[in-house]
């Protein structure tokens, strides 16, 4: 997160206060540019397009879209498709389809290295299944 001074409208009247994280922005009308804006206009700027499904989940608000529930939801999917395509058994879904696993990225960052690790047995915690190096 960037921490910055930020003006706002709070009723009706300008203010200016240090926001931390985007949770302090939930009440205030931003009037700025965010600071990945300008990337593309610098000179020495590499832009990648990736795809976002698999390499992209925001985390801006509390709730609802972009929240740390949505975002662990991706990681979950994306999780899945390793260790399907890995030969492992998923446990069932959740109420949302996801499956409930999430692949620590000191044991692989991507499914090529999930496989060659020879998955380990994963470990149960109260999220869902973990798999880890020992």
Do not use: Y
């Amino acid at each position: 997160m960037i921490a910055s001074r930020i003006r706002f409208l709070e009723r009706g009247r300008r203010a200016e206060q240090l926001a931390i994280d985007a949770f302090d922005l939930a009440h205030a009308r931003l009037e700025r540019q965010l600071a990945f804006d300008a990337l593309a206009r610098s000179e020495p700027s590499v832009t990648l397009e990736v795809e976002r499904a698999r390499e992209f989940s925001p985390v801006k608000n509390r709730e609802g879209s972009d929240s740390p529930s949505t975002s662990r939801a991706d990681l979950c999917r994306l999780h899945a498709g390793w260790i399907a395509a890995a030969g492992v058994a998923l446990p069932p879904p959740d109420a949302l389809g996801v499956h409930p696993v999430e692949v620590d990225p000191l044991l692989a960052e991507d499914e090529h290295a999930f496989k060659a690790s020879g998955p380990p047995a994963p470990r149960v915690t109260e999220r869902g299944l973990l798999f880890a190096r020992p």
